[in-house]
């Protein structure tokens, strides 16, 4: 994206894991990052860490469980920043009481939709103002295989034994966001879609995804760096389009 160099990227969930990583590469190729995370500590060391790289960043205060946080974020960049080009909306969670859908804990099933879907809607709501106010920008919404209706269909699927009602109905509601955003915001010069990271060795699943954090934020900052006539409303991973 040609003209953003200079601009803010907002990554949700971005003190550790991919999150972390999405925001170095983005303020590598020279946006100003706002880390968002939950932690004030946590967020004030990821911010330094990346400032001691060189990197402009400076950490606001999100819980995607509290959408009152989202909204002074929000206030909070039009008093700093003024407008935001992109938004990344990557903080997410697993939960150890999810399971099949014979086994899963409805609470815990609620757990995962209250920070995967209604946080990431929340934030989104709330920055909408600010990424109008920077267009042409960016939603880069992190999704999962898991999400995939038509993977989860396919009993051939490498991944077809993770059953996980909470966490994979939680990624498809997101995808369902990212369309009808997409549409939504066509004209408004906003560019919105879902990345599947892969299975990425993360705190998320205790380290025992196969890929490296670096391989599983590149989809996402492709996303986020893609050229204004670019994508969108579309699912993608490192190898290509991912089926709904
Ligand atoms: P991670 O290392 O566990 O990091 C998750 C991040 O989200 C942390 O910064 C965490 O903050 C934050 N977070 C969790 N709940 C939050 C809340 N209520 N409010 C604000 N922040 C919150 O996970 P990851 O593997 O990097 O995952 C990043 C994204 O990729 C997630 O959306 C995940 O579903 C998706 N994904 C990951 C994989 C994978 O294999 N790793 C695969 C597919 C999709 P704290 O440090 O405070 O907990």
Do not use: C
């Not at 911010?47 to 974020?73: C, F, N, Y």
């Not at 206030?75 to 992109?86: D, F, Q, V």
């Not at 995967?116 to 880069?140: E, W």
């Not at 993770?162 to 966001?177: E, H, P, R, T």
Request: proline share 3%.
């Amino acid at each position: 994206m040609g003209s953003s160099a200079g601009m803010s990227a907002l990554i949700t969930g971005a003190n550790k894991g991919i999150g972390l990583e999405i925001a170095r590469q983005l303020g590598q190729a020279g946006l100003r990052i706002i880390i968002a995370a939950r932690d004030a500590e946590r967020g004030a060391k990821a911010a330094q860490d990346l400032e001691d790289e060189g990197i402009a960043a400076r950490h606001v205060h999100i819980d995607l469980t509290d959408p009152a946080s989202a909204k002074q974020a929000a206030e909070n960049i039009r008093g700093r920043e003024g407008a935001l080009k992109i938004l990344v909306n990557n903080a997410g969670i697993v939960d150890p009481q999810d399971g099949s859908q014979e086994q899963a804990e409805l609470d815990a099933v609620r757990r995962i939709f209250e920070t995967n879907f209604f946080g990431t809607l929340a934030v989104t709501q709330a920055m909408l103002p600010l990424l109008k106010k920077a267009s042409p920008a960016r939603i880069v919404n992190l999704s999962s295989g898991l999400g995939s209706l038509t993977f989860n269909g396919d009993p051939d699927w490498e991944y077809a034994g993770y059953k996980l009602i909470g966490y994979s109905a939680s990624k498809a509601a997101v995808n369902m966001l990212t369309v009808q955003l997409a549409a939504a915001l066509k004209d408004a010069g906003i560019r919105v879609n879902a990345a599947d990271p892969g299975f990425t060795a993360t705190d998320l699943n205790g380290h025992r995804g196969q890929q490296t954090i670096p391989q599983g934020a590149a989809e996402a900052v492709r996303l986020a760096l893609s050229e204004d006539d670019g994508e969108t409303g579309g699912f993608f991973a490192t190898d290509g389009r991912v089926p709904w």
